[in-house]
């Protein structure tokens, strides 16, 4: 009673965020070996940390390494990341994991009132962010579950956002657009918003017309872009993400990020997985060999699916997803149903190793075959 009249409002109205259900938690629910669940729902990399990632933070595991704190401003892999990016130090933010970059940019740049954009079945955590700090968001209407950037561009005639966030690829749809589209849009939007560009599955996308948007940011001093360690690089256990921007934009989130928000080992695990090329590579070669199966898979079901190109793909029912989710659970197989991201006849899956795939395949269509109603 007493903490209801003491929360903040716009803590009070947050709808909490959902996780793919971890393996752990299902093993002990279903009785199940650990190594038995098949767990296809957050769209890790199904190969893991690069073997010099794994390497260094073993190496780490040291009284005087873990005893003290880490490096508070990144500097190593900061360094790593500014060769990589070809960005100077000055213009990253390191975040745990790139949710937390986005919090920080609510944090330094919404205010209580202050609207914010994303699309309609953009991922979650952008309302999450803008409702945490009282902002408004608003979603914009998507076409075919994909963001519409012409319908922001229409949207400026009724309001100004001061942040806009796009995914590209989005999560939950795969969906992704164009350098052409997003151009057009940065050259509408005035320079008192800013555009949050979140590329946290860019190293899957092979399209020449895909934009890099790093190499906008010196053409739209208003353009944060946000990536990730947490899939291609198989890094989503140590957490860790950045944003690069302008030196001033940069210099604001590291006032408002905590001073120790990335630890020992996921700093030394990110630096060194970045010099890792070929285990890059063949995640990514992975990921195209099993997207091409799945995909191949779902058009011979006769199923539809929004086409991919991230890792995972997002499957639409004929009939609400929650069911399907639930009977797979009993089977050993998470895998992740869209209701909350007003998709309720979805379910996304994310792409794992072959034998996973299949097994999921496997299984998903006996659970089909044994629906009521089925043929
Ligand atoms: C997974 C994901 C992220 C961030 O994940 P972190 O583990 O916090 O880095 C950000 N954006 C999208 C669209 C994602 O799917």
Redesign the pocket.
Known sequence: MTVKTLVSPSVAALQPYVPGKPIDELAREIGFAECAIIKLAS?ESPLGPSPAALAAITGALTYSDLGRYPDGNGFALKKALSTHTGCSAECITLGN????VLIQIAQAFIHPGDVAWYSDHA?A?YRLAVQQVGGAGVAIPATDYAHNLAHFQLAFSNSVPKVIFL?NP??PTGTWFTRSALVNLLEVTPETTLVVL?E??CEYIEDPEYPDGIALLSHYPNLIVTR?F??AYGL?GL?V?YAVSSPEIADYLNRVRQPFNVNTLGLLAAEHCLSDKTHLQKAIELNRQELAKMTTWAQRQGMSYIESNANFLTLELEQPAQVIFEKLLKKGVIVRPLQDYGMPNHLRVSIGLARENDSFCKRFENELTSMPGAE
């Open positions: 769209n994991g790139s949710n937390d991922f955590i995914a989005n999560n979140d946290a599955y990730t947490s899939k989503a957490r993400g």
